[in-house]
């Protein structure tokens, strides 16, 4: 049986710039191996999430989405390389195959996972799983996650 993500928090974010800080943050939070989903409408803010934690990283480049590449590398400066997908355009989930899914999971770096309900069947429980919804001018965050330790320090 799966095992569930049993700790959840919110965290508003009134502007990209919070977007970002949380992105930060969490780079500053996980260790080496972490699988993250980020889920929410298209524009919700999931690849500015990204862009903060590569920051977060060490990364000095620019972050695009990686919506037609479907993964970008980067190098992190913190330790292990930082994949991220973005399975929006997968035309199915056996894709993950061919796009070498099992060594960016092996390679004992951070997975950032953009779109993950087209391929969840296929893909590890993550150790971290965000959602982020528009409310206002900003969005909301709904982080779930194993520990309660990493969503005190993203919260706090």
């Given at each position: 049986?799966?095992?569930?993500?049993?700790h959840?928090?919110?965290?508003?974010?009134?502007?990209?710039?919070?977007?970002?800080?949380?992105?930060?943050?969490?780079?500053?939070?996980?260790?080496?191996?972490?699988?993250?989903?980020?889920?929410?409408?298209?524009?919700?803010?999931?690849?500015?999430?990204?862009r903060?934690?590569?920051?977060?990283?060490?990364?000095?480049?620019?972050?695009?989405?990686?919506t037609?590449?479907?993964?970008?590398?980067?190098?992190?400066?913190?330790?292990?390389?930082?994949?991220?997908?973005?399975?929006?355009?997968?035309?199915?989930?056996?894709?993950?195959?061919?796009?070498?899914?099992d060594?960016?999971?092996?390679?004992?770096?951070?997975?950032?996972?953009?779109?993950?309900?087209?391929?969840?069947?296929?893909?590890?429980?993550?150790?971290?799983d965000?959602?982020?919804?528009?409310?206002?001018?900003?969005?909301?965050?709904?982080?779930?996650?194993?520990?309660?330790?990493?969503?005190?320090?993203l919260?706090?």
């Amino acid at each position: 049986m799966a095992q569930t993500l049993t700790h959840h928090c919110k965290i508003a974010l009134i502007d990209e710039a919070a977007t970002l800080a949380l992105g930060d943050r969490l780079a500053r939070s996980v260790a080496v191996p972490q699988v993250v989903f980020l889920r929410g409408e298209l524009g919700a803010g999931k690849t500015t999430l990204s862009r903060g934690f590569l920051r977060g990283r060490g990364h000095k480049g620019s972050v695009k989405s990686p919506t037609y590449t479907l993964v970008e590398p980067y190098e992190s400066m913190l330790g292990g390389p930082v994949f991220h997908l973005d399975l929006y355009r997968l035309g199915n989930a056996q894709e993950l195959t061919y796009l070498g899914l099992d060594d960016y999971l092996s390679a004992q770096g951070i997975v950032l996972i953009e779109w993950p309900e087209r391929a969840e069947e296929y893909l590890p429980l993550p150790t971290l799983d965000i959602t982020l919804t528009p409310e206002g001018s900003g969005r909301v965050a709904s982080l779930s996650a194993h520990s309660n330790t990493l969503l005190e320090e993203l919260s706090g």
